[in-house]
């Protein structure tokens, strides 16, 4: 059944972007424009690109899943990927959506967890959180365990160790804390635990100007943006391992634009067009996958074969009653997949 829960405190943790940036104020600018798109009802479109798109990319929720997704959470989807199409999430898995916004991720990993299965959407705009219950509700879910759960991403007073997958769809950029976020994801799952993030990123360092200029109004997905490096550093500074790249598609100008206002011109203002010239083709939206290593329950885990691929990794099983620890290695020969 669902529920609403509340844990707004702050977090201390200054994230890696240095210590100019004012990680409380940038969070609340943050909270108060989601919260008042939300209190609009959303907008067309699945994502900050054009309303005919998808997020960035067009078709990255297959018709199928589209069809158990209300409208309501379609307009507040502000999203760049679909976190739920990386293969990480199976039958009675516990899942994680840090930034539901909405809805429309908590819902799909619902229908993918199915009945045994338990679902909890971490937002800090209650505007967001009092919709998405409504989408559940429209869904017919409302009776299936779906928690919704109002706190700081990097701070969510969750339990240790409570979820085997954690999913965020473009919601991690915004946050001026991202290495807090992620020690906070790592603490949250399960030994044997994987991770599925689809989010926006820079190709490369930008010139100091260009930092502070999308900074200073923490520019729709810009401001918090960083290079894949540095964001790819904080991933692995947490704690995961096997960090690998499912999808990797630079944003177009059209795309770009939309996006520098996110979640919508009236609530962001728009980066000078000198600035977001400066940046094309250097912004890209990026799916990946992580798992945190350890001793995990087999059931929890889809094994058809004592041997789980990831990226140029092989993890072999080796099972130990109802446990089995995932070991990985270099597998020679293999067919080139981008490894972070």
Known sequence: MTQLHRNCGPSAA?????????????????????????ATGGAEGTGCGPASGAGCDVGVYDPEQLAVVPAGALRLSRGCGNPTRLGMIGPGDTVIDLGCGGGIDVILAAHQVGP?????????????????????????????????????????????????VIISNCVINVCPDKDAVYR???????PGGRLAISDVMLTEALPANLDTAFQETWAGCLGGAVPEQRYFDMVRAAGFHAVTVAGDKP??????????????????????????????????????????????????????????????????????????????????????????
């Open 251 to 340: 944003l177009s100008a059209e795309v770009l634009d939309h996006m520098s206002v996110c979640p919508g011109p009236q609530f962001t203002p728009k980066p000078a067009r000198a600035d977001l010239a400066a940046v094309q083709g250097k912004v890209t939206s990026i799916k990946f996958t992580a798992l945190k290593l350890g001793i995990a329950k087999a059931a929890r885990h889809r094994m058809t074969d004592e041997r789980m691929l990831v990226g140029r990794c092989v993890g072999k099983v080796a099972a130990r009653g109802d446990y089995f620890f995932v070991a990985f290695f270099d597998r020679s020969g293999a067919d080139p997949v981008e490894l972070r």
């Open 116 to 164: 045994s299965g338990t679902v909890i959407g971490v937002d800090f705009a209650p505007e967001m959180l009092q919709h998405a219950t409504c989408n559940i509700a429209e869904a017919g879910l409302a009776e299936r365990d779906i928690r919704l759960h109002l706190a700081d991403l990097a701070d969510t007073g969750l339990p240790d160790g409570c979820a085997d």
């Open 184 to 190: 906070e994801a790592y603490r949250l799952l399960r």
């Open 14 to 38: 200054l994230g890696q972007e240095g210590a100019s940036v004012n990680t409380e104020q940038i969070k609340d600018t943050v909270r108060r424009r989601y919260g008042a798109f939300a």
